[in-house]
C-alpha cells in the first residue's frame, strides 16, 4: 500500500521554506511513500520542481491534500485548506495553535490527526526531531552577520600601514543553542566575544567557545531548568553588572524566549542610551516582542547612535539550509509514525503523545484544548 505524502507550498509573507528537500525524496520512497508537491513549493529556496524527480505536481493547493494520507508544511495550513484534507490524514507542520485556533479547530472537525513540531518533547532521543534546536542553530549563526552589516566597523583585528583596527566586542545574552551557535560564529569573525545567561551552567559551553562569561553573582537557577524570580537585590545587582558590560559592546545578540510568553527584557531604554556611538542590538526575541525595549519586531530603528534590528523568522533568511533541517527533522519523525509501509500511531510513545495536538475528532493537547474552549465557547462544541 502506497502512503501518500504532499507537501504544500508556502504562502506566509516572507516565508521561504519548504517541508521537504529533492536530496530526502529517496527516504520517503523508502518509506513506502508517494510525492505530491504544490508546484514551486521549494522555489523560494533554490528547489525547483524538476528537482524532485518523479514527484507528482498540482497547482492547486486543495488538489494537492484532498487525496494525501500526510500533509507536510512549515507553517500551518489555513483553516479552508484543512477542509479540503481528507478525514483520518495526517498534518505534519510547525501549528503554533495558541495563534492559529481557527486552523486548530478545523483540524479537530475533520478529524486530522496534527502533529505540531515546535511541540517535539525536548529529551535526548527526540533531539533528531526538535525543529526548534535546529532553526534556531541557524538564526544564531545568522545573528552577527547581519549586526555585522549595520556596524560602522569591523569585526575582527586588523593590523594595516597606517595602524592597527582592534576587535569588536560582541555580547550575547542567553545562551540556548541559539545563544551558542551566535557566540561561536562571532568568535570565528576574529570578534572579542562574552556570553550571559541567568543559568550559571552555561558558563562552560560559553567558554568552551572562546568567549567569556559575564557571571553577575546571581545564581537564578530554579526547579525543572527554569530560572526563578530573582529578588529585588538580585534584580538590582544582576542590572548594575549587565549595565557596564551592555555599555562596553559594539554588537549585542539577544536570543532569550519563554514558549507561549513575551520574550522577556533584557535591554532597558536607559542602558541603550549608555551604549557607544554605532552600536548594534540583533534583537532575536523580537518574534514574541523583543528583548529589547526599543525594539520594533521586523523592523530596524535607529535610537540615537544604535541601531537595533528586530528580525522575523530569521531562519527563512537561510531558506536552504533551513529547510534542509526542516525536512530532516520532519522524516526522522515519520521513521516513527510508519512502520512496514502503513501509518502507526503508537501513543504510548512520549514523542508521538507529546507533538500531537488533535486526532480523531478531539484535541488532544490539554493546554490547547482549554485555549480554544474558552475562545470558542460560544461558537464551538469542543470535543
Same mark, same amino acid.
Do not use: W
Given at each position: 500500500?502506497?502512503?501518500?505524502?504532499?507537501?504544500?507550498?508556502?504562502?506566509? $509573507?516572507?516565508?521561504?521554506?519548504?517541508?521537504?528537500?529533492?536530496?530526502?525524496?529517496? &527516504?520517503?520512497?523508502?518509506?513506502?511513500?508517494?510525492?505530491?508537491?504544490?508546484?514551486?513549493?521549494?522555489?523560494?529556496?533554490?528547489?525547483?520542481?524538476?528537482?524532485?524527480?518523479?514527484?507528482?505536481? !498540482?497547482?492547486?493547493?486543495?488538489?494537492?491534500?484532498?487525496?494525501?494520507?500526510?500533509? *507536510?508544511?512549515?507553517?500551518?495550513?489555513?483553516?479552508? $485548506?484543512?477542509?479540503? %484534507?481528507?478525514?483520518?490524514?495526517?498534518?505534519?507542520?510547525?501549528?503554533?495553535?495558541?495563534?492559529? *485556533?481557527?486552523?486548530?479547530?478545523?483540524?479537530? #472537525?475533520?478529524?486530522?490527526?496534527?502533529?505540531?513540531?515546535?511541540?517535539?518533547?525536548?529529551?535526548?532521543?527526540?533531539?533528531?526531531?526538535?525543529? $526548534?534546536?535546529?532553526?534556531?542553530?541557524?538564526?544564531?549563526?545568522?545573528?552577527?552577520?547581519?549586526?555585522?552589516?549595520?556596524?560602522?566597523?569591523?569585526?575582527?583585528?586588523?593590523?594595516? +600601514?597606517?595602524?592597527? $583596527?582592534?576587535?569588536?566586542?560582541?555580547?550575547?545574552?542567553?545562551?540556548?543553542?541559539?545563544?551558542?551557535?551566535?557566540?561561536?560564529?562571532?568568535?570565528? *569573525? @576574529?570578534?572579542?566575544?562574552?556570553?550571559?545567561?541567568? &543559568?550559571?551552567?552555561?558558563? !562552560?559551553?560559553?567558554?568552551?567557545?572562546?568567549?567569556?562569561?559575564?557571571?553577575?553573582?546571581?545564581?537564578?537557577?530554579?526547579? @525543572?531548568?527554569?530560572? &526563578?524570580?530573582?529578588?529585588?537585590?538580585?534584580?538590582?545587582?544582576?542590572?548594575?553588572?549587565?549595565?557596564?558590560?551592555?555599555?562596553?559592546?559594539?554588537?549585542?545578540?539577544?536570543?532569550?524566549?519563554?514558549?507561549?510568553?513575551?520574550?522577556?527584557?533584557?535591554?532597558?531604554?536607559?542602558?541603550?542610551?549608555?551604549?557607544?556611538?554605532?552600536?548594534?542590538?540583533?534583537?532575536?526575541? +523580537?518574534?514574541?516582542?523583543?528583548?529589547?525595549? %526599543?525594539?520594533?519586531?521586523?523592523?530596524?530603528?535607529?535610537?540615537?547612535?544604535?541601531?537595533?534590528?528586530?528580525?522575523?523568522?530569521?531562519?527563512?533568511?537561510?531558506?536552504?539550509?533551513?529547510? #534542509?533541517?526542516?525536512?530532516?527533522?520532519?522524516?526522522?519523525?515519520?521513521?516513527?509514525?510508519?512502520?512496514?509501509? +502503513?501509518?502507526?500511531?503508537?501513543?504510548? #510513545?512520549?514523542?508521538?503523545?507529546?507533538?500531537? +495536538?488533535?486526532?480523531?475528532?478531539?484535541?488532544?493537547?490539554?493546554?490547547?484544548?482549554?485555549?480554544?474552549?474558552?475562545?470558542?465557547?460560544?461558537?464551538?462544541?469542543?470535543?
Amino acid at each position: 500500500m502506497v502512503i501518500h505524502v504532499a507537501v504544500l507550498k508556502e504562502k506566509a $509573507l516572507g516565508e521561504k521554506r519548504v517541508a521537504i528537500v529533492p536530496a530526502l525524496t529517496t &527516504r520517503l520512497e523508502r518509506l513506502g511513500a508517494a510525492l505530491t508537491l504544490e508546484a514551486n513549493a521549494g522555489l523560494a529556496a533554490t528547489f525547483a520542481d524538476t528537482a524532485y524527480g518523479d514527484a507528482r505536481i !498540482e497547482n492547486d493547493p486543495k488538489t494537492v491534500v484532498s487525496d494525501a494520507d500526510i500533509v *507536510l508544511a512549515v507553517q500551518p495550513p489555513p483553516a479552508d $485548506l484543512v477542509k479540503a %484534507m481528507k478525514p483520518g490524514s495526517v498534518l505534519i507542520s510547525l501549528l503554533y495553535g495558541n495563534s492559529n *485556533l481557527d486552523t486548530v479547530v478545523a483540524l479537530k #472537525d475533520r478529524k486530522v490527526t496534527a502533529f505540531a513540531m515546535e511541540q517535539i518533547p525536548r529529551i535526548s532521543r527526540a533531539q533528531s526531531m526538535d525543529v $526548534l534546536s535546529s532553526q534556531a542553530a541557524l538564526a544564531g549563526y545568522y545573528a552577527p552577520l547581519l549586526g555585522a552589516v549595520h556596524m560602522p566597523r569591523i569585526l575582527p583585528m586588523m593590523t594595516t +600601514a597606517v595602524g592597527s $583596527l582592534r576587535a569588536a566586542k560582541v555580547l550575547v545574552m542567553g545562551l540556548g543553542v541559539a545563544g551558542l551557535s551566535a557566540l561561536a560564529t562571532a568568535h570565528r *569573525l @576574529g570578534a572579542i566575544t562574552e556570553g550571559y545567561d541567568v &543559568r550559571p551552567e552555561t558558563r !562552560e559551553q560559553a567558554e568552551s567557545l572562546g568567549a567569556k562569561f559575564v557571571d553577575t553573582g546571581v545564581d537564578a537557577r530554579g526547579e @525543572g531548568g527554569y530560572a &526563578r524570580e530573582l529578588t529585588a537585590d538580585e534584580k538590582a545587582k544582576v542590572e548594575q553588572t549587565l549595565t557596564r558590560h551592555i555599555a562596553e559592546a559594539d554588537m549585542i545578540i539577544t536570543t532569550a524566549s519563554v514558549p507561549g510568553r513575551p520574550a522577556p527584557k533584557l535591554i532597558s531604554s536607559a542602558q541603550v542610551a549608555a551604549m557607544k556611538p554605532g552600536a548594534v542590538i540583533v534583537d532575536l526575541g +523580537a518574534e514574541s516582542g523583543g528583548n529589547c525595549e %526599543m525594539t520594533k519586531p521586523g523592523d530596524t530603528v535607529n535610537v540615537g547612535a544604535v541601531t537595533i534590528l528586530g528580525p522575523l523568522n530569521v531562519p527563512s533568511a537561510l531558506a536552504q539550509h533551513a529547510s #534542509d533541517l526542516y525536512a530532516k527533522n520532519i522524516l526522522n519523525l515519520l521513521d516513527l509514525l510508519i512502520k512496514d509501509g +502503513a501509518i502507526h500511531l503508537d501513543f504510548e #510513545d512520549e514523542v508521538v503523545a507529546g507533538t500531537v +495536538a488533535t486526532h480523531d475528532g478531539k484535541i488532544r493537547n490539554e493546554a490547547l484544548r482549554q485555549i480554544i474552549e474558552t475562545a470558542f465557547h460560544s461558537n464551538h462544541e469542543v470535543a
